[in-house]
């Protein structure tokens, strides 16, 4: 059983920043791509960021040079720095990973339970 566990958020003043993490565990061989997703109220959940096994990123227009996502391997973690934050990143932000369990088979996608993240004065 995989675990996907987020930490950080909270409320903030439009401006500030916040770091999200999350962090998975549990039996597995390795982890590929990690992605953050937001999701407000009667919207569909929106990839914000992601990156690869290898460290390559990208992200969606209206968070680039705002937020920045990372991963340490060892520690089975990704990061989400978020910088300069409005009133519009206010969501439920969800980890999701495609981890790889056994050799044999294809990584299978997780998710996290979700962290509230409000940025209002």
């Known amino acids: 059983q995989v675990q996907l566990v987020e930490s950080g958020g909270g409320l903030v003043q439009p401006g500030g920043s916040l770091r999200l993490s999350c962090a998975a565990s549990?039996?597995?061989?390795?982890?590929?791509?990690m992605a953050w997703y937001r999701q407000v109220p009667g919207n569909q959940r929106e990839l914000i960021a992601a990156i690869n096994s290898g460290g390559s990123t990208n992200y969606l227009d209206s968070v680039k040079g705002r937020f920045t996502i990372s991963r340490d391997n060892a520690k089975n973690t990704v990061y989400l720095q978020m910088n300069s934050l409005k009133p519009e990143d206010t969501a439920v932000y969800y980890c999701?990973?495609?981890?790889?369990?056994?050799?044999?088979?294809?990584?299978?996608?997780?998710w996290g339970q979700g962290t509230q993240v409000a940025v209002s004065s």
């Open positions: 999701n990973a495609d981890v790889k369990i056994y050799t044999w088979q294809r990584a299978m996608n997780y």
């Open positions: 549990g039996r597995f061989l390795s982890i590929d791509t």
